[in-house]
């Protein structure tokens, strides 16, 4: 039986929290609380948000007749490297760790903070400079080569790759770092009672996002280096013109990179594991599974780089492994959603905001998974690699699978952190349009890229204007959307109801210390029990909540 703390319904003794700890931008910009750090984190990777997301309409508003529309091809090269390159580095890969993470890791764990919080500003403050580094080649005119950075043509175009790669560069070590702390503070700063198989999915996803972080990231560190190098010194690694091997780099970048769809899918996951247990009012169905299935993709996600170069000359034997190895992803990715429809199985189902963006994030995750098996299936991928059919599935996988647990994830925690409720009705809507925008802007991808349209071209055959006007339609449906979300968030920080410890009925221990927490968390270190009991957490109202009662006192 796990001994919840049931004082969490009333506000902290003195009235303090977090938020008014203490005052001022000094206290926020060099703050050691997690809770800040996360804050800013959200913050940065919103406001990345909007640009990519600006980005974009300015892609698809280009996409919407054949010809020119908006702009030259040159500025359309451009405008998808930034938008690529924001969105992946910026966006997808910390924004479920970064943000997220570090607001309610040490929340689960009944700890006071990170491992190493100094290490955790540090990551913040290189997210920033990394960030800036890679905008500043907006200002030196832009970088074409796609977010690939594939050579030879990074090592020869003459726009801004540099401040671009060295952006990436320094986002990498920011990943590292959040890595090797959230690592060590898994490992070490769990609760009493909290053996590893208590600990909630969310962190083992955490913990397994966290070693490809580490051991993944460094190989991109050092190929980006190497394309400096190329620039500057011309060694010829990755050149052909001086001696060098161009698929070297398309290995090396996919060494890193196919992990790292891992790094944005796993924590993902992870959120979705809590979310569909808390508004099923449900134990999780398959508990073991889930998290070891979070350790095998871990695992996996290693060995089938070679899927993305399949054309690009590789030997029969090697394409046949990779391929192979690919179709092996699909079982612990088969795992988790049979688990999750399971645990939904006779659930008492609440379809509150976040539990919509949980069954969008069930149904896109299941389309970009599918779509998945042809891409990683030689004879069909040789047609539709570099197609728009590879552009529907990255997105199905990272915009409607990724970002869509982020904003889940997002709207759950939410009044655990602010301490404010939303607008159900607002968030419903939003949640609602946007799985309705994300299908209309991509759905039409698959399609055109069965029929043969290539990805990044400027221009297009009127056969395929049909497909891109509903996408470039569901692009601005996707901007009304993610506006009414806006307003719906920010809305509720001034308007917003007082939140209640736990708004939703979660078991886990975050929902047990008041909203928002103090700025030490928890006076006494919980024990924790089972992550996912439901047993005796009952509904008492909007003001206070979901309550646990002692047992013994419930029928
Ligand atoms: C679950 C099973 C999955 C399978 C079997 C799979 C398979 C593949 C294959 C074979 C390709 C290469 C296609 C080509 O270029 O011809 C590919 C591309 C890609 N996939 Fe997946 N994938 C899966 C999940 C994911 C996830 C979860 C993500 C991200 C969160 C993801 C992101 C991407 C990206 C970003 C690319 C293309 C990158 C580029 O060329 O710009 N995939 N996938
Ligand atoms: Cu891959």
Redesign the pocket.
Known sequence: MSSHANTANHAHPNGDNFLTHSHGLRSWLFTLDHKRIGIMYLIAILTAFLLGGIFALLVRTELIAPGQTIMTPDTYNKMFTLH?AVMIFLVIIPGIPAALGNIVLPLMLGAKDVAFPKLNLLSFWLYVFGALFALLSIILGGVDT???FYTPYSATTNTAVIPVVTGAFILGFSSIFTGLNFIVTIQWMRPPGMTWFKLPLFLWAIYATAIIQVLATPVLGVTLLLLIGERLFHHGIFDPAIGGDPVLFQHFFWFY?HPA??I??LPAMGVISELISTFSHKTIFGYKMIAYSSIAIAIISFLVWG??M??SGQSDLANMLFSVL??L??IP?AIKVFNWVATMYKGSIHLSTPMLYALSFIFLFGI??LT??P??TLAT?VH???TYF?VA??HY??MG??FVAFLGGLHYWWPKFTGKMYSETLGRWSAVLTFIGFNTTFFPQFLMGIQGMPRRYFDYLPEYTSYHVASTIGGFILAIAFSITAWCLLHSLFRGKPAPANPWGGATLEWTCPSPPPHTNFDETPIAGDPYDMTGIEYEGEEKGWVRKPAGTTA
Do not use: K
């Open positions: 690529g796609g977010w690939t990179s769809v891992y944005m899918i899927h993305h399949f054309t690919t179709f992803v699909a990715s970009g998974g998945g098996i891409l990683a991928d539709l690699h570099d590879v599935h990255f996988v990272m699978s990724a």
